[in-house]
């Protein structure tokens, strides 16, 4: 019987069955694999011994002795991953209000050395004046902010200012410096009170500058068209015994306060929400926009004060 293959064959199933039945179907010591090896711990072709191929070389994308796979991170990354701090803003490319103050400081800069240049050489106040209003009006209405025509508006309006300055401390010598110092008190209080919560821009009061500052443009529009065409200006005329001019600029320098206020506003809320990190050059802009904006009606408002002294 022995030597009968077909009952060799049945007593070998029968043995291997009964390995089979220790422990359970897929138990130790079974006939399938455990840790990807067969039975008795031996290693199948084409099977994986603790993340290894068969004969015991590694394969792409498994595992050999607690090795991670390719492109996934061990238990040590992931630990550090979880404990390290937060990315910061600069990091992640994000707006900061350095990046404002600096962009900022650099168009000041730039604003200072084209008035330089103006104050030097007085023609260069009708370049400024055209090349401001242009990149003005781009820089204003461009969906994409550009850092060139941001720089090259506060040159041109520096332009615009040294020429202008000039011709005013030469008629009353001393205006600029108290022009200057002004304007920075001014941005200084405003910063103040809205740091402190004291001063909010509102809707109510958003729709009242938007009106406030159509109406000054028209005037400003016609005061131009007549002072061209007719000689005259508006702002020299007497209302209850005051220039109009001065009651006009009053209300201009509310009006640029409360533009300071939006401004600021603009800027917390874009470093709030997470702005990218260009958009710093267009608050830049609009912070540049307003203090010169600023600048000027006080230094009209001194002149005509200081023309009111003199007679």
């Given at each position: 019987?022995?030597?009968?293959?077909?009952?060799?064959?049945?007593?070998?199933?029968?043995?291997?069955?009964?390995?089979?039945?220790?422990?359970?179907?897929?138990?130790?010591?079974?006939?399938?694999?455990?840790?990807?090896?067969?039975?008795?711990?031996?290693?199948?072709?084409?099977?994986?011994?603790?993340?290894?191929?068969?004969?015991?070389?590694?394969?792409?994308?498994?595992?050999?002795?607690?090795?991670?796979?390719?492109?996934?991170?061990?238990?040590?990354?992931?630990?550090?991953?979880?404990?390290?701090?937060?990315?910061?803003?600069?990091?992640?490319?994000?707006?900061?209000?350095?990046?404002?103050?600096?962009?900022?400081a650099l168009n000041l800069g730039l604003v200072v050395l084209g008035a330089l240049a103006g104050w030097f050489i007085p023609a260069l106040m009708f370049l400024g004046f055209i090349g401001a209003l242009?990149?003005?009006?781009?820089?204003?209405?461009?969906?994409?902010?550009?850092?060139?025509?941001?720089?090259?508006?506060?040159?041109?309006?520096?332009?615009?200012?040294?020429?202008?300055?000039?011709?005013?401390?030469?008629?009353?010598?001393?205006?600029?410096?108290?022009?200057?110092?002004?304007?920075?008190?001014?941005?200084?209080?405003?910063?103040?009170?809205?740091?402190?919560?004291?001063?909010?821009?509102?809707?109510?009061?958003?729709?009242?500058?938007?009106?406030?500052?159509?109406?000054?443009?028209?005037?400003?529009?016609?005061?131009?068209?007549?002072?061209?065409?007719?000689?005259?200006?508006?702002?020299?005329?007497?209302?209850?015994?005051?220039?109009?001019?001065?009651?006009?600029?009053?209300?201009?320098?509310?009006?640029?306060?409360?533009?300071?206020?939006?401004?600021?506003?603009?800027?917390?809320?874009?470093?709030?929400?997470?702005?990218?990190?260009?958009?710093?050059?267009?608050?830049?802009?609009?912070?540049?926009?307003?203090?010169?904006?600023?600048?000027?009606?006080?230094?009209?408002?001194?002149?005509?004060?200081?023309?009111?002294?003199?007679?």
């Amino acid at each position: 019987m022995a030597g009968n293959p077909l009952v060799q064959s049945i007593v070998n199933n029968e043995k291997r069955d009964s390995r089979f039945g220790q422990f359970g179907a897929g138990g130790a010591y079974a006939g399938q694999a455990q840790y990807g090896q067969q039975a008795y711990g031996q290693p199948g072709y084409g099977q994986a011994q603790y993340g290894q191929q068969a004969y015991g070389q590694p394969g792409y994308g498994q595992t050999q002795y607690g090795q991670t796979p390719y492109g996934q991170p061990s238990t040590e990354q992931l630990n550090q991953m979880y404990n390290s701090p937060s990315a910061s803003p600069m990091q992640t490319g994000q707006l900061t209000i350095n990046d404002v103050i600096v962009k900022t400081a650099l168009n000041l800069g730039l604003v200072v050395l084209g008035a330089l240049a103006g104050w030097f050489i007085p023609a260069l106040m009708f370049l400024g004046f055209i090349g401001a209003l242009v990149l003005g009006l781009t820089n204003s209405f461009k969906r994409k902010v550009s850092p060139v025509l941001v720089m090259g508006y506060s040159l041109f309006e520096g332009f615009l200012l040294g020429g202008f300055s000039m011709m005013m401390e030469s008629l009353y010598p001393g205006i600029v410096s108290q022009a200057v110092l002004g304007t920075l008190i001014v941005f200084a209080t405003v910063l103040v009170l809205f740091r402190s919560g004291k001063v909010r821009a509102t809707p109510k009061a958003t729709k009242i500058f938007m009106v406030a500052m159509i109406s000054y443009l028209i005037f400003c529009l016609a005061n131009l068209g007549l002072a061209l065409f007719t000689g005259t200006n508006m702002r020299t005329m007497e209302v209850a015994g005051f220039p109009l001019g001065l009651i006009i600029g009053l209300l201009a320098i509310v009006m640029a306060s409360y533009s300071l206020v939006l401004d600021f506003t603009n800027v917390s809320e874009a470093v709030r929400y997470g702005a990218p990190e260009r958009e710093s050059w267009r608050l830049a802009f609009g912070l540049i926009v307003t203090l010169v904006w600023l600048y000027i009606e006080i230094l009209r408002i001194l002149s005509i004060i200081r023309a009111m002294s003199d007679d």
